[in-house]
């Protein structure tokens, strides 16, 4: 079983800077490809952006040249480095591990972004 834990949430201007991260609880985290989901209010969640075992990245149109995704394998966490932030990127961001079938996610942390 892989546990997630998400932090760095929080309240911030527009324009503002917030860091999540996640810390996985799994031996072989290297291997999984870890993700950032997020759901705003009436919202599906959707992809934020992704990271593979081998460091690929993909991101949502929407959080391009904004946002960057990173992980180290030592101490198990991935992060979302958050720029730019706007008031549509509030929402409740989740971390996901998958690797073939098993899939797993965090409890989520809040972002709002208002003035």
């Known amino acids: 079983q892989v546990q997630l834990v998400e932090s760095g949430g929080g309240l911030v201007q527009p324009g503002g800077s917030l860091r999540l991260s996640c810390a996985a609880s799994v031996s072989m985290f290297r291997i999984f490809v870890m993700g950032w989901y997020r759901q705003g209010p009436g919202k599906e969640r959707e992809l934020v952006a992704v990271?593979?075992?081998?460091?690929?990245?993909n991101y949502a149109d929407s959080v391009k040249g904004r946002f960057t995704v990173s992980r180290d394998n030592a101490q198990k966490k991935v992060y979302l480095q958050m720029n730019s932030l706007k008031p549509e990127d509030t929402a409740v961001y989740y971390c996901?591990?998958?690797?073939?079938?098993?899939?797993?996610w965090g409890q989520g942390t809040q972002v709002t972004v208002s003035s």
């Open positions: 996901n591990a998958r690797w073939g079938a098993e899939d797993f």
């Open positions: 990271i593979s075992s081998g460091e690929t990245t």
